[in-house]
Structure formats: structure tokens, C-alpha cells
T-cell receptor, first 113, second 113 residues
């Protein structure tokens, strides 16, 4: 299994509070991704990173920001959480950007009340 | 934009029997990869099999094989000798020039003893 951890694994928070999810990898892969999984939607890309301090938006980036100060860490921040951001969040890594499989972390279940 | 469609929300198979999960996709690209991921109740996303579009030979991984029809843009997964541990959500995914994976909405597979 790829060395990917996510923290926290579960979180319950209230509307309007900031939340930061962390993804940590030990594989030294250049590319990292954040997805959200919702019933009936599969997984959808929020943001991705193609190197330290290099990030770009995905399909559902509104309300989210990311940062990557080290190769091994990729942070996802919800500046002011809303109930629509209740979801399961997955981090993924790959060693190529294109035409390549991604390996996923265990996921974080976030509930915004 | 690329799309991935899984038309079977749920499927059921008897233990030791064979089942085929369907996936179709739409793309104008000529180079791409296709994947099947398994998500058991543990929520972990597990790569089952991958297929490079430039390869005519269908990929196989033990009891898992695909039927890749490039002209028809079809990519089905066949599971032979089904086991109770195969019960899970299965996601078809497209990986092209954009870098991120495009996922279908998933098929929930049940295995009956």
C-alpha cells in the first residue's frame, strides 16, 4: 500500500468555522490531489498540486483553498465551512500527472452542522 | 470534456459465479488510461486494474479482466469466481491529458453466499 495518511479521519464542526485537513505521503510523489466523494457523484477533484507551492483548481474548488509547503504534505482548508461541504474527502498521489493511476489515502469524513 | 458513465447503480452475483460491470466514456483524446477502483465498506479506494488505450490487449489481474472496446468507448470489468470479499462499490475512472481522474458514479456489487 502507498504510504498516504490523512488527518483527522473524522471531524464534526459547525457552520462558519475554519477546517484544515492534512494529507501526508511517504512516497515522494510529485503530484497530489484532493477529491470529495458524495452519494450519486462519484469522486470529484477539488484541487491538485504539481510541486511544492504549485497548485491548481479542480472541478469543485469554490470554498476551498490548498497549500503545499513540503513535498510530503498537502493541506486542504475550508475557510468557513458550510453544510454543503459535508462529505468524505480523499487525498491521492501519483508520480506522473497524466496517464497515470493515482493512489488514495483512507479518507476523512467531515460533517458540518 | 470527458465523461464516464456507469449505468448499473447496483449489481448482484452469486458466490463463485461471474459478473460484468459496465462502463462507457466519452472523449476526443486518443491517448488515455482507464481504471477500475474498488471501494469496500472500509472506504479505502483500491486500484483493481488499468488499461492503456494504445494497447489492444485486454488487461487481466487474476480473477479480474476487462473488455476494452476503444471504438465503442466501452470498458467493462469482469469478475470471475466471485468471492464474498468482492462486495464493494466499483468505480470506473478515466485518466487523460488533464491530469486528474474522471470518475463514474459507481456500481454497488453484492455477493450472495
Amino acid at each position: 500500500d502507498a504510504g498516504i495518511t490523512q488527518s483527522p479521519r473524522h471531524k464534526v464542526t459547525e457552520t462558519g468555522t475554519p477546517v484544515t485537513l492534512r494529507c501526508h505521503q511517504t512516497e515522494n510523489h510529485r503530484y497530489m490531489y484532493w477529491y470529495r466523494q458524495d452519494p450519486g457523484h462519484g469522486l470529484r477533484l477539488i484541487h491538485y498540486s504539481y510541486g511544492v507551492k504549485d497548485t491548481d483548481k479542480g472541478e469543485v474548488s469554490d470554498g476551498y483553498s490548498v497549500s503545499r509547503s513540503k513535498t510530503e504534505d498537502f493541506l486542504l482548508t475550508l475557510e468557513s465551512a458550510t453544510s454543503s461541504q459535508t462529505s468524505v474527502y480523499f487525498c491521492a498521489i501519483s508520480h506522473q500527472l497524466r496517464y497515470n493511476e493515482q493512489f488514495f489515502g483512507p479518507g476523512t469524513r467531515l460533517t458540518v452542522l | 470534456a470527458q465523461t464516464v458513465t456507469q449505468s448499473q447503480p447496483e449489481m448482484s452475483v452469486q458466490e463463485a459465479e461471474t459478473v460484468t460491470l459496465s462502463c462507457t466514456y466519452d472523449t476526443s483524446e486518443s491517448d488515455y488510461y482507464l481504471f477500475w477502483y474498488k471501494q469496500p465498506p472500509s472506504r479505502q479506494m483500491i486500484l483493481v486494474i488499468r488499461q492503456e488505450a494504445y494497447k489492444q490487449q485486454n488487461a487481466t489481474e487474476n480473477r479480474f479482466s476487462v473488455n476494452f472496446q476503444k471504438a465503442a468507448k466501452s470498458f467493462s470489468l469482469k469478475i470471475s469466481d466471485s468471492q464474498l470479499g468482492d462486495a464493494a462499490m466499483y468505480f470506473c475512472a478515466y485518466g487523460g491529458s488533464q491530469g486528474n481522474l474522471i470518475f463514474g458514479k459507481g456500481t454497488k456489487l453484492s455477493v450472495k453466499p
